[in-house]
């Protein structure tokens, strides 16, 4: 960095730890929190201090009403910035914040800022793309950590109950995303060999062993409730799950490569990432095609049944038939005998036509599963 830029910066830092001098403490301000964020957040590329963000971390620990004061001061503090250094520092701060991981941090939810377009202010676009980039996707993923954060504190306050085995599947398939956001945080262009990005990618680094951890241990547990007792759809999600995590132990394997040539501190040692094995991927892929085949079993028993629907008469091979020109009563509905009638009785009791026609008489009494046949009609 420049000379005149550094004392620029060093003087808007001054103006404003002079404003916040004459600040009175409320609800909404804590003039020594609010120092210890704007030297925690400065305008200095050289180094990163230390000593007052672990301050900011003692003041979020010590009581939740620090919160609101929190949020006041960082979403002041960014708002007003063009500084990419300025708005870096401030997404290691909030980095930092929820990794103190207190039950207060679930009131701050979404980010109290906006940085998914964020541009540099202080020097030509062709020299701070690489930043400005950098900056989005850090705030895109802590803006969806403290996001999953907040709701995963939420629930276990509000149900202490043991997670379902879907409920468990959808916390995964987060953390995964999670993930997959956290690696696309690397410098792009030739000019971000600095210390605060190094810095930066410290924290990213760790932030990666943690949740990638996470989710392997996640996915351990899962392997031995999918079993064929499991629903189809479970099955289904925990093989885009596991499949998923294979590659993305790949992607991790290139991205620590990457850091390591960069320089991250961090990624020194590449650990060794642990493939799932190929017969947990095969159970799973049983239980799912157990399933499906169960499922055709099943249709194909609904097709049967409705097919012996159709059937009327219980077939008797001791029964015989007979055509006759003679009309005959049916005692009652289930039974009948044979009875003669005459054609006028008939004519006038059923209001038919008297010419005779053919009709199929049983001898013997007959049941009837369901209703009688169109053809005896009364």
Not at 86 to 111: D, F, P
Not at 215 to 234: D, M, R, Y
Not at 279 to 285: F, N, P, S, V, Y
Request: aromatic fraction near 8%; include cysteine.
């Amino acid at each position: 960095m420049k000379l005149w830029k550094r004392a620029s910066g060093a003087l808007k830092d001054r103006k404003s730890l002079f404003s916040i001098g004459f600040s009175r403490k409320t609800s909404f301000r804590n003039p020594d929190l609010d120092s210890a964020i704007i030297h925690a957040t400065s305008h200095d590329d050289s180094s990163v201090d230390y000593r007052n963000a672990h301050r900011v971390y003692k003041w979020i620990r010590s009581s939740p009403a620090n919160i609101k004061p929190l949020v006041h001061a960082l979403s002041s503090r960014v708002n007003r910035t063009r500084s990419w250094i300025v708005a870096l520092k401030a997404l290691m701060l909030v980095h930092g914040v929820l990794c103190c991981k207190v039950s207060s941090i679930q009131e701050i939810r979404r980010l109290p800022f906006d940085l998914s377009d964020f541009s540099d202010g202080h020097s030509r676009p062709s020299k701070t793309w690489g930043f400005n980039a950098f900056i989005r996707a850090y705030f895109s993923f802590l803006d969806q950590y403290s996001f999953f954060m907040s709701e995963q504190m939420r629930r276990r306050h509000k149900k202490p109950q043991v997670d379902s085995v879907s409920q468990e599947l959808e916390r995964i398939q987060k953390l995964q995303s999670l993930l997959h956001m956290l690696l696309q945080i690397r410098p792009m262009a030739d000019n971000m060999k600095r210390t605060l990005i190094l810095e930066a990618m410290d924290c990213v680094v760790i932030e990666i062993f943690d949740i990638y951890g996470r989710i392997c241990s996640a996915i351990a547990k899962l392997l031995i409730k999918i079993h064929p007792a499991a629903g189809k759809a479970e099955a289904v999600m925990a093989l885009k799950i596991v499949k998923k995590a294979t590659s993305q132990g790949e992607d991790l394997a290139l991205y620590f490569e990457f850091c390591k040539e960069f320089g991250v501190s961090n990624a020194h040692e590449i650990p060794k990432f642990v493939s799932i094995p190929e017969e947990d991927i095969k159970a799973i892929e049983k239980v799912i095609n157990g399933v499906e085949e169960e499922e055709e079993e099943t249709k194909k028993e609904e097709m049967e049944v409705e097919e012996e629907k159709g059937i009327i008469l219980v077939e008797r091979p001791e029964l015989r038939t007979i055509i006759t020109d003679k009309w005959e009563v049916f005692e009652d509905d289930l039974c009948f005998t044979s009875k003669e009638i005459t054609e006028n009785d008939q004519h006038r009791k059923y209001n038919v036509d008297p010419s005779p026609l053919p009709l199929i008489v049983i001898d013997e009494p007959v049941y009837f599963t369901h209703t009688l046949p169109d053809l005896i009609t009364f």
